[in-house]
């Protein structure tokens, strides 16, 4: 993802990205302080440091997270399910995976989004352009996701459910 952001960042010169993470428990946090710093490292060989962002959140509020974003992007080697998919599917975003595991189960190719496959920046690249150069389809693509995932997994309850998370932090 570091790769394929770093050539649309030649293009998109306002382009930021933000890699969202889960707060790690107390056991993992040298693993996890390393991991960001690896991060950071590979952003600066590819000249984007400045343009990335690193930051955990809380699982509630992912929802604010996924509509804060213009598309959702995760380059996996390995899925099983891929929840976060359906869950930024549901918040009306398009979304970009890769062809492994249960990814492509989630995204309709073309429909809510793209597949990609594997270790290959260059078409990912391609992919994030596409959707980042056209707003109307950025929108479409979430919409239509959004009422997939409804039909298929039944994610009105789960949509439902962040409402009121969303609804509970607000008063």
Same mark, same amino acid.
């Given at each position: #993802?570091?790769?394929?952001?770093?050539?649309?960042?030649?293009?998109?010169?306002?382009?930021? #990205?933000?890699?969202? =993470?889960?707060? !790690?428990? !107390?056991?993992?946090?040298?693993?996890?302080?390393?991991?960001?710093?690896?991060?950071?490292?590979?952003?600066?060989?590819?000249?984007?440091?400045?343009?990335? &962002?690193?930051?955990?959140?809380?699982?509630?509020?992912?929802?604010?997270?996924?509509?804060?974003?213009?598309?959702?992007?995760?380059?996996?080697?390995?899925?099983?399910?891929?929840?976060?998919?359906?869950?930024?599917?549901?918040?009306?975003? @398009?979304?970009?995976? =890769?062809?492994?595991? %249960?990814? !492509?189960?989630?995204?309709?190719?073309? +429909?809510? %989004?793209?597949?990609?496959? !594997?270790?290959? @920046?260059?078409?990912?690249?391609?992919?994030?352009?596409?959707?980042?150069?056209?707003?109307?389809?950025?929108?479409?693509?979430?919409?239509? %996701?959004?009422?997939?995932?409804? +039909?298929? &997994?039944?994610?009105?309850?789960?949509?439902?459910?962040?409402? %009121?998370?969303?609804?509970? #932090?607000?008063?």
């Amino acid at each position: #993802l570091l790769k394929a952001f770093s050539i649309v960042s030649q293009h998109h010169k306002n382009a930021k #990205l933000l890699i969202a =993470t889960a707060m !790690p428990p !107390p056991t993992w946090k040298k693993e996890y302080e390393g991991a960001i710093k690896k991060i950071y490292e590979v952003a600066e060989l590819n000249g984007i440091k400045d343009k990335v &962002i690193v930051q955990s959140f809380k699982l509630e509020e992912m929802p604010w997270v996924y509509n804060g974003s213009d598309i959702f992007v995760m380059a996996s080697r390995l899925e099983s399910f891929g929840l976060v998919y359906a869950e930024a599917l549901a918040c009306e975003i @398009p979304v970009i995976g =890769t062809s492994v595991g %249960g990814i !492509p189960e989630i995204i309709d190719n073309g +429909k809510t %989004g793209y597949l990609t496959e !594997p270790d290959n @920046p260059v078409e990912l690249s391609k992919r994030i352009e596409l959707l980042l150069h056209n707003e109307e389809k950025r929108k479409l693509m979430g919409k239509t %996701g959004r009422k997939i995932m409804e +039909k298929r &997994i039944g994610l009105k309850k789960i949509i439902d459910n962040l409402i %009121g998370v969303l609804s509970s #932090l607000t008063k």
